[in-house]
DNA sequence: CAGCATCCGGTTCGATACTG
DNA sequence: CAGTATCGAACCGGATGCTG
């Protein structure tokens, strides 16, 4: 799963060193992750993954997030690098926001677990009850 | 739970169905996905990947986490069925933390997340960077 | 060692009102 | 349409003290 698209990492911080370095709170990594992890970092990425959308559109798709939220994950992503911002000069406004090339890259990680939890998210569910019942019990 | 590796499971449960349904927050994916993206929980999954461990050794490895949101997020993680908690009965009390074979699965997702930025983590602090002077400019 | 109960400061978040 | 500004409410998360 390496990638070859931005990888321009010294080769002796490498794979072990580097899997370790999250752990540490002071890894620059942490912050990037709160971002895309974050509430609404992760289904924002994961709506652009479908295209272009404008602001609108993405509180629409996104049920339950706020414009205030949306504003604010989106100037997060946008600082990361992840998503693009075009604003079309005309009036009324129209404003764009799409992945740039690393944004899909990461979005595409985030697909993945998403999907999984989707695709499994029935069995998760049933262990959960089990395990309530079994606390109970 | 009997699922292969990838995403793409059950052919009825897939793609366009699936996709859009974490978007609505009636989705309980959602909640889900809370305790796999949450600050603390990435963190413990990447951990747990490396091997069964126990809560003072989790501290440790983990910089930064209190006790109480690594009890927390412990908790949500096995409510979920993603972690296993053996309790040895002894003096002192000995207990230990590993994955389910569902917890292998989510974190697997979760390190391919994880090992892309900080794969990546140099490029994208330049473009922040570089954002952050263009915006000052 | 493992971990819960409590308190409390700080941040986050949502609703509302307002601007270009 | 696409946001910013402001303001309480809610929640997060850390420190401390205590238990088995």
Known sequence: MNNSAT?????????????????ANSCPSRGILQD??????????????????RFS???????GVSEK??????HALEA????????????????????????REVAARVEELVNWIEVNINPILSARDEYAAHKSA
């Open 36 to 53: 895309v992890t974050s509430r609404w970092g992760v289904l924002v990425l994961f709506a652009l993954l479908q295209g272009t959308h």
């Open 69 to 74: 939220m949306l504003s604010q994950t989106l």
């Open 57 to 63: 559109e993405l509180r629409k798709t996104i049920t």
């Open 80 to 103: 990361d690098g992840f998503v693009l911002r075009t604003a079309h000069p005309v009036i009324p406004p129209h404003v764009e926001y799409s992945l740039t090339s690393s944004g």
């Open 7 to 23: 990888a321009g990492t010294d080769p002796t911080l490498t794979d072990k060193f580097q899997r370790g370095n999250v752990l």
